[in-house]
């Protein structure tokens, strides 16, 4: 098995992008890379691990390699670089890139390559006139270019949104353009690659990871597909067991609320569960419980006790499971909706609760305004009025009690 491989695309790169920091001189609309440092880190890396590089431009040939040197007593190996003008000390030691593993440098090489539109061949590749060629021998960069699928994605999305691709199968790892730029100690139940633009480090890694996150959970909050959404959303354990869902679509909030039915609320990721419970208050999309008497009881006993003091309940009652976290009530639609969990705490907490909706929808009253606190003070003033107004009075008592007989019959 051949232990070359060769990269050749079309165009003569400039040999200041392999020998000075910070040139990058790529031709594509949108180039994966972009520092003007990654084939110098390529080739110290490949270097040090005992690898061999040949880069040729054109028909000019140019080889790298080794040689000791020392800095203020400390020892340095050097790059050097031998082509048809002679040889030159390069301006870099071994030591750059020295913490880059061989897939990486594989990554960095492939992706100029693709950036020129060129291809990859497991032999000795002719150089050609116009043409760039890199020949790479090495048992380690040859096994990461056989497993390039790894490093970078040749499958077709299951879905895209506009920042984030969903493509098939389990992994650890984000991608961004196609090209692998993160891994993470927990595996995805798909594969993520990013679309929207972001900021990379030098060693093509991302530079803010949770920008990453927030566009994933984004994608899958706005998918339509139920199907697709099950193994992301019941992947608890893993990377989206970390996502943070907001303000999801219609589909996504009823994919959820049907998973919980199906499979149990604790087999859903619990940030989807509360996206879920807010879209449904959001648009009064709650399932109705399937109430015992006693609750039924409780219910038309507190609208019997607000009829009698004047406050007559005409609209529907719905009651939930649940309403959400926190929340025990709320009007929509010209309905009120109850959580079971206020049913279930009655008395006066499931009255003023009633009451409150009610006057939501009759009143117009917004939650926490200062409009709906004066009424509610007003309120309770008044019906401090009332009782007083209609207490039984004690009758008067006189200033001095009679001493009781049996006690004058004491005898002292």
């Known amino acids: 098995m051949t232990s070359t491989v060769s990269l050749s695309n079309p165009g003569l790169i400039p040999m200041e992008a392999v020998t000075t920091m910070g040139v990058s001189a790529k031709e594509g609309e949108n180039p994966i890379g972009f520092f003007g440092t990654g084939l110098k880190?390529?080739?110290?890396?490949?270097?040090?691990?005992?690898?061999?590089i040949t880069i040729w431009r054109g028909l000019d040939r140019f080889d790298f390699a080794k040689e000791p040197g020392e800095v203020r007593g400390k020892?340095?190996?050097?790059?050097?670089?031998?082509g048809p003008d002679g040889s030159e000390r390069l301006g870099f030691t071994t030591h750059l890139g020295a913490h880059w593993e061989t897939w990486q440098v594989f990554r960095e090489v492939y992706s100029n390559c693709l950036d020129e539109e060129g291809v990859l061949a497991f032999k000795r590749v002719e150089p050609q006139a116009g043409r760039t060629t890199i020949w790479v021998t090495g048992a380690a960069f040859a096994g990461a270019a056989r497993e390039r699928d790894k490093f970078f994605l040749s499958s077709e999305p299951l879905f895209k949104s506009t920042l984030v691709e969903v493509h098939p199968g389990r992994s650890d790892g984000?991608?961004?353009?196609?090209?692998?730029?993160?891994?993470?100690?927990?595996?995805?139940?798909?594969?993520?690659?990013?679309?929207?633009?972001?900021?990379?480090?030098?060693?093509?890694?991302?530079?803010?990871q949770h920008y990453a996150f927030s566009y994933i959970a984004h994608a899958l909050a706005n998918c339509p597909d139920a199907a697709l959404l099950e193994a992301a959303l019941t992947n608890v354990g893993g990377l989206e067991g970390d996502l943070s869902f907001n303000s999801p679509c219609a589909a996504f909030s009823e994919a959820v609320m049907a998973l919980c039915e199906r499979r149990g609320v604790a087999a859903v990721l619990q940030s989807a569960v509360?996206?879920?419970?807010?879209?449904?208050?959001?648009?009064?999309?709650?399932?109705p419980a399937n109430l015992s008497e006693r609750?039924?009881?409780?219910?038309?006993?507190?609208?019997?006790?607000?009829?009698?003091?004047?406050?007559?309940?005409?609209?529907?009652?719905?009651?939930?499971?649940?309403?959400?976290?926190?929340?025990?009530?709320?009007?929509?639609n010209e309905t009120i909706y109850l959580a079971r969990l206020t049913i279930n705490r009655g008395g006066n907490f499931l009255i003023g609760t009633i009451l409150e909706e009610h006057l939501h929808l009759t009143q117009g009253f917004r939650d926490e305004?200062?409009?709906?606190?004066?009424?509610?003070?007003?309120?309770?003033?008044?019906?401090?009025?009332?009782?007083?107004?209609?207490?039984?009075?004690?009758?008067?008592?006189?200033?001095?009690?009679?001493?009781?007989?049996?006690?004058?019959?004491?005898?002292?």
């Open 41 to 52: 880190y390529a080739i110290a890396s490949l270097l040090r691990t005992s690898h061999k």
């Open 75 to 82: 020892e340095f190996d050097f790059i050097r670089m031998t």
């Open 174 to 208: 984000i991608y961004y353009r196609g090209v692998l730029v993160a891994r993470f100690g927990k595996t995805g139940a798909y594969t993520y690659n990013l679309t929207a633009s972001m900021t990379l480090t030098e060693d093509r890694t991302l530079k803010e």
């Open 274 to 287: 509360k996206a879920a419970e807010l879209w449904a208050q959001r648009e009064a999309r709650v399932k």
């Open 295 to 332: 609750e039924e009881d409780e219910i038309e006993d507190a609208k019997m006790f607000l009829a009698r003091i004047g406050y007559e309940i005409t609209q529907p009652i719905v009651v939930a499971e649940t309403l959400g976290p926190d929340v025990f009530g709320m009007a929509k």
């Open 369 to 412: 305004s200062r409009r709906f606190q004066d009424f509610l003070i007003d309120l309770v003033v008044k019906f401090a009025k009332d009782a007083a107004h209609t207490r039984t009075p004690r009758a008067p008592q006189p200033a001095f009690m009679p001493v009781a007989r049996e006690l004058e019959e004491i005898p002292f």
